[in-house]
């Protein structure tokens, strides 16, 4: 049987501040909180959970307690779309204003896609709609 992606985690020294962070900018809800734990889920996963079968759940992202800052640039990160290409540039100024800052991992300037970092550092890409 293969396996299924269950989760990513992500490690931070406030998982309560990053997750909310996170939880506005997807526009996903707590599915569980403690203070050295935060999962976030799609809000449309709620509704279809009763009806699911465990190896059916979507993946989450889980924000984990650590004792230390983040150090150096990811070796995994996310690409998140917009729904169409005219939301990009809204997007990316609406995660602008919640924190998110623009940083140059040498992507140059002619590449399709924005690099940004959440508020602790993370980095992750606005691309193109994936719709159109």
Known sequence: MPLRWYTNVIET???????GWWA???????AYASDDEMVLIPKWAEELLPKLEFHQVPPGLVFVK????KQTKNRIHMDLAPHTSDD??????????????RVDIGQGPDV??????????????VLSSREE
């Open 13 to 19: 020294t406030d998982p309560r501040r990053l997750a």
């Open 24 to 30: 506005q900018a997807l526009d996903w809800q707590t």
């Open 66 to 69: 650590v004792d230390h800052e």
């Open 88 to 101: 990009r540039d809204a997007e990316i100024a609406r995660l602008e204003a919640l924190g998110a800052t």
């Open 112 to 125: 399709p896609w924005t690099v940004l970092a959440d508020i602790d550092g993370n980095e992750f890409c």
